[in-house]
C-alpha cells in the first residue's frame, strides 16, 4: 500500500503531463470552442456542438456545463441532445448566439435543437436563439415548420434567462416533462407569424413559468393536454394570441387539463387573454383553473370560454370536453374588441365559473364593452361588464 503511494508520487513528479491525461482532472466546463465549434454565424457548427456533448453527457462530476461563449454566432442543423447522462444535473450554458439555417438550407424535419432523456437539465447563460423565422412564413403556411427548441421526456428543468426571437413554429415545446421551472424569458416574434407559440407544454405536470415576456404572432403560453399542475405567474404577453388551454378534444380525443393558475399578468395589444378552447366531439376535462389579478391594456376579447373551436355548428348536440371550476378574479383593464367576455359552453354546460371583482372597460373612449354567454354556470360578483348567465 505504501509502496503504491510512493511510486504514484514518483509519477507525478517525473511526469506531470502523462499523469494530467491518464487520470483526467474534475472537468467541468466543456467549450464548444474546443471542440471545433467555429461561431462565425455561417459554418455548421453541428458536429462540434455533438461531440461536445458526449463529453459532457458522460461526465460524472456534479453539473457538468456545455459552455457557448459569448461574442459568437453558431449556426446549427437540426441536433438532438440525447440522455440519460451519467450526472443527474446538466448544465446548458447559451452565453451566445444559436442560429437556425434558413429553409432553403434547411435539412431537417420538424424539430431545431432538441434535449431527450435528460434529467437535471438547465438550460441559462443570457444567450439568444434565432430561428430565422421570416425565411419560412410566407412560402410555408402549411408545410411542417421547425420548432426551435423542444424538451421532451425531462425531470427537475430549468430554463432562465435567455432569448427566444423569431421561430419557425412554436419557440419552446415541453412535453412528457416533470417539474421544469421557466424563468425571466424574452420571446420575439411578429404578431403575423404563423402559428409561433411562445411555450407549449403537453403531457406535463409540474411546471411553473414566471418573469417572463413574450410577444409572438400566435399563444404566448399554450397548454395542452396531459397536463396537470401549471402555475404562470407575471408574464406579459403581446402582441399574441394570449394565455390559452386547449384546443382539447380535436378529433374525438379524450384529454385532460387539470390546475392551471395564472397570476399577475399583462395582457397588451394581445388578440386574446385567458383562452380555453375546446372542440365539439371529444371527451375529458378542463378544471380548477384559475385567471387571478390580470391586467388588460386594449386586449381584444379578453376572456374566452370556446367550445366550438373551429366549428361553426353550434347546434351541435355532440359531447366535449367538460369544462369546471374556472375563476376569474381581479381582472382589469381595457378591451380592444366591444365584446370582451365570451363563454360559449356547448350543450351540456361550464359549471362552477366565477367571476368575481371583474372591471373590463373599451379601450376605444366612449364605446362600451358587453359579454356574451351561453351555457355557463357559476357565480358571478361584481363584473363589469356583467355575465347574464352566471347570475
Ligand atoms: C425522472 O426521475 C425519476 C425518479 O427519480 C426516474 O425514475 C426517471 O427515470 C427520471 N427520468 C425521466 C426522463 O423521467
Ligand atoms: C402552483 O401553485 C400552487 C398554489 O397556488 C402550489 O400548491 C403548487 O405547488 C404550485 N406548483 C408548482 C409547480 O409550482
Ligand atoms: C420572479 O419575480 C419575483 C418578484 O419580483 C421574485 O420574487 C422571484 O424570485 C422571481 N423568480 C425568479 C425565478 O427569478
Ligand atoms: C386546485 O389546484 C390547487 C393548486 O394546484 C390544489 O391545491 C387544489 O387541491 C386543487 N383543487 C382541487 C379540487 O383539485
Ligand atoms: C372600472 O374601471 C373604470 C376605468 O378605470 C372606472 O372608471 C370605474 O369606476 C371602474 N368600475 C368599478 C365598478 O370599479
Known amino acids: 500500500m505504501q509502496g503504491l503511494i510512493i511510486l504514484s508520487c514518483i509519477f507525478f513528479i517525473t511526469s506531470p503531463s502523462v499523469y494530467a491525461r491518464t487520470i483526467p482532472q474534475a472537468q467541468t466546463i466543456f467549450n464548444v470552442i474546443d471542440y471545433g465549434a467555429v461561431g462565425d454565424g455561417q459554418t455548421d457548427d453541428s458536429q462540434a456542438f455533438l461531440k461536445a456533448w458526449e463529453n459532457v453527457c458522460g461526465a460524472s462530476q456534479s453539473t457538468p456545463t456545455l459552455n457557448i461563449p459569448q461574442g459568437k454566432t453558431f449556426m446549427l442543423g437540426p441536433v438532438e441532445f440525447q440522455g440519460p447522462c451519467k450526472s443527474n444535473s446538466i448544465q446548458f450554458q447559451l452565453q451566445g448566439t444559436l442560429v437556425a439555417p434558413t429553409r432553403d438550407a434547411w435539412k431537417g424535419d420538424d424539430k431545431w435543437i432538441q ?144 390546475d392551471v393558475h395564472v397570476k399577475g399578468c399583462l395582457f397588451k395589444g394581445s388578440q386574446n387573454g385567458v383562452r380555453i378552447k375546446t372542440w365539439p366531439g371529444g371527451s375529458g376535462y378542463a378544471r380548477n383553473i384559475s385567471f387571478e389579478q390580470i391586467t388588460l391594456v386594449g386586449a381584444r376579447r379578453p376572456i374566452i370560454i370556446d367550445q366550438y373551436y373551429f366549428s361553426s355548428d353550434k347546434n351541435s348536440k355532440k359531447p366535449s370536453v367538460v369544462v369546471s371550476d374556472v375563476t376569474y378574479l381581479d381582472i382589469h383593464g381595457t378591451s380592444a374588441d366591444e365584446k370582451a367576455i365570451d363563454l360559449d359552453c356547448s350543450d351540456q354546460g361550464c359549471k362552477n365559473i366565477v367571476f368575481e371583482r371583474i372591471n373590463i372597460t373599451s379601450s376605444i373612449p366612449g364605446d362600451n364593452t358587453y359579454a356574451s354567454c351561453n351555457n355557463a354556470y357559476g357565480s358571478i360578483t361584481s363584473s363589469f361588464p356583467s355575465v347574464s348567465c352566471l347570475k
Not at 187 to 198: E, F, M, Q, R
Open 115 to 258: 434535449f431527450v432523456y435528460v434529467d437535471g437539465l438547465i438550460i441559462n447563460g443570457g444567450g439568444l436563439i434565432d430561428g430565422q423565422g421570416a425565411s419560412w412564413w410566407e412560402s410555408c403556411i402549411n408545410c411542417d415548420r421547425p420548432t426551435a427548441l423542444s424538451i421532451h421526456s425531462c425531470n427537475g428543468s430549468q430554463i432562465t434567462e435567455i432569448s427566444h426571437l423569431n421561430s419557425a413554429r412554436n419557440h419552446i415545446s415541453i412535453n412528457a416533462c416533470s417539474g421544469v421551472h421557466v424563468s425571466k424569458l424574452e420571446i420575439t416574434a411578429p404578431d403575423d407569424s404563423p402559428n409561433t407559440d411562445g411555450i407549449d407544454i403537453s403531457h406535463s405536470n409540474s411546471i411553473t413559468i414566471e418573469n417572463s415576456t413574450m410577444g409572438t404572432g400566435d399563444d404566448c403560453v399554450a397548454i395542452n393536454g396531459g397536463t396537470y399542475d401549471i402555475n404562470i405567474t407575471n408574464v406579459v404577453c403581446g402582441p399574441g394570441h394570449g394565455i390559452s388551454i386547449g384546443s382539447l378534444g380535436a378529433n374525438g380525443a379524450y384529454e385532460t387539463v387539470e
